[in-house]
């Protein structure tokens, strides 16, 4: 079992910047491949970032890309979503995810492919 807390969620004015972090426990953390999804009030949720159990590799959802960067540190045992040039189409609540898989490379787009998942945390961009 892996827990997953999520923070650093807020208010923020377009064009801002908020990092949000996710503590994972329970497990040896480098042995998951990390993601970050959202979901807007009457959508679906959709990928946001996803990391491998090295960081060597990263992969984003094309309307991110260039603008929010995901790490992590795998001995603190915390991934990192750092958001820059928000804007309001970004509001939402985030997820951290966890997907078992050590030594791999390859990353998953798709919310099944993760066991488990955090709370979420809102991020709400205002004009």
């Known amino acids: 079992q892996v827990q997953l807390v999520e923070s650093g969620g807020g208010l923020v004015q377009a064009g801002g910047s908020l990092r949000l972090s996710c503590a994972a426990s329970g497990r040896t953390f480098s042995n998951y491949a990390m993601g970050w999804f959202r979901q807007s009030p009457g959508k679906e949720r959709e990928f946001v970032a996803a990391i491998s159990w090295s960081g060597s590799n990263t992969d984003y959802a094309d309307s991110v890309r260039g603008r929010f960067t995901i790490s992590r540190d795998n001995v603190k045992d915390t991934v990192y979503l750092q958001m820059s040039s928000l804007n309001p189409p970004d509001t939402a609540v985030y997820f951290c995810?966890?997907?078992?898989?050590?030594?791999?490379?390859?990353?998953?787009?798709?919310?099944?492919?993760?066991?488990?998942w955090g709370q979420g945390t809102q991020v709400t961009v205002s004009p």
């Open positions: 995810a966890a997907s078992w898989s050590p030594l791999a490379t390859t990353l998953s787009k798709t919310g099944s492919s993760y066991k488990y």
